[in-house]
């Protein structure tokens, strides 16, 4: 669920409008497949908050860089290991969420 949150951050970079659109289908299949709904959201909020350090349609990221003269394969170049690095860090505590039976 995060690796799909963060991919889909790039077409949908609004967190609300990521929410609406996949939440919906994502809450009842934690529910079939046996893991809590805190769990899912917590996927939901890895994925999506990490793709925005990479993400090119988020417009804070673009003003940011453009204001600081940075290109973005630049800002790839560099931030792309770092939000991987988050990115495992957060599976590690959803696969404890998971073990512990966070509910």
Do not use: E
């Not at 079939?32 to 996927?43: D, F, K, N």
């Not at 973005?72 to 792309?80: D, E, G, H, Q």
Request: net charge positive.
């Amino acid at each position: 669920m995060m690796f799909f949150h963060t991919v889909l951050h790039f077409p949908i970079p609004s967190y609300s409008g990521q929410a609406i659109m996949t939440m919906p289908v994502l809450v009842p299949l934690s529910d079939l497949i046996g893991l809590s709904r805190q769990t899912c959201v917590m996927a939901y909020q890895y994925g999506a908050i990490m793709g925005d350090l990479i993400v090119p349609t988020n417009g804070a990221l673009m003003a940011i860089m453009a204001v600081s003269g940075i290109p973005y394969n630049k800002w790839f170049k560099f931030a792309w290991r770092p939000t991987l690095l988050m990115l495992l860090v957060g599976a590690m505590a959803i696969m404890v969420a998971v073990a512990a039976g966070y509910k």
